[in-house]
């Protein structure tokens, strides 16, 4: 699968130029289509990207941001993707988007996810942009190596639905998008930064092993070519 590299002499302009090229894919889907959706990711790499982005004024009150994945925890533990969302994103103009969460405070993750599968049955079908990250673990959303529904996750036949994940270096049981939910995404982005992360990238994409590192299921088998935005 092709794939093209966008590399950035530090970490502002990374944000500023990925904060442009989203906002114009989602007004450029709105304009089109009435409507946009926003899958992202959590970890501490889209902080400075989500505060740009949330200052583009775009029609945001026609655009639904939703979580490629989660921790099963509360809304409001230091933990959750949907703190740093709605902390660093949901500010500025990006105030008006609906957010549609993966978590719910139900007896379990399985609950969680069935709830949440139904909720994004209604968009996203395809997302109009999908931002991943990357552990250096080669995982990106939950596909974790290892992970207890891990082939299941990354099997491009599994239904577009919301899953869930335990693994050893998952910490929390997650939520998780599945692959066939993100990899026919109209823009389909992985943003990493640092050399460590860089190096991680590097020998996913020279490796063959989709369960050691799973991102090369993204690499490799997505049916968008995806864009990797990196600084050092």
């Known amino acids: 699968m092709a794939h093209k590299m966008h590399a950035f002499e530090d970490r502002a302009a990374l944000a500023a130029a990925l904060a442009d090229r989203v906002s114009a ?14 899958a992202v990711s ?24 939703t979580l490629v994945d989660e921790r099963f925890v509360g809304p409001d533990n230091t933990r959750s993707n949907h703190l740093l969302v709605r902390t660093h994103l949901l500010q500025n103009a990006a105030a008006k988007a609906d957010f549609v969460p993966l978590y719910h405070p139900v007896a379990s993750a399985e609950e969680a996810a069935e709830l949440t599968t139904a909720e994004i049955a209604t968009f ?27 082939a299941e996750a990354l099997d491009r036949s599994t239904p577009r639905r919301v899953m869930t994940m335990e693994a050893e270096g998952a910490g929390e049981p997650r939520l998780t998008l599945s692959f066939s939910a993100l990899c026919d995404s109209r823009l389909l982005v ?9 190096a991680v990238l590097d020998k996913a994409l020279s490796g063959t092993d989709e369960a050691e590192m799973p991102v090369r299921a993204v690499l490799e088998r997505s049916k968008t070519a995806p864009d990797i935005y990196w600084a050092p």
Request: without cysteine.
């Open 25 to 38: 894919e989602l007004q450029a889907a709105i304009t089109s289509r009435g409507s946009a959706s926003l």
């Open 42 to 65: 959590g970890g501490s790499t889209p902080k400075q990207f989500f505060e740009a982005l949330s200052t583009r004024p775009i029609a945001w009150d026609r655009v639904v941001v």
């Open 124 to 150: 996203g079908k395809p997302f109009d942009v999908t931002i991943l990250g990357m552990g250096n673990d080669g995982h990106t959303a939950s596909f974790f190596p290892g992970g207890n529904h891990l």
């Open 190 to 198: 992985i943003h990493i930064e640092g050399a460590e992360k860089k």
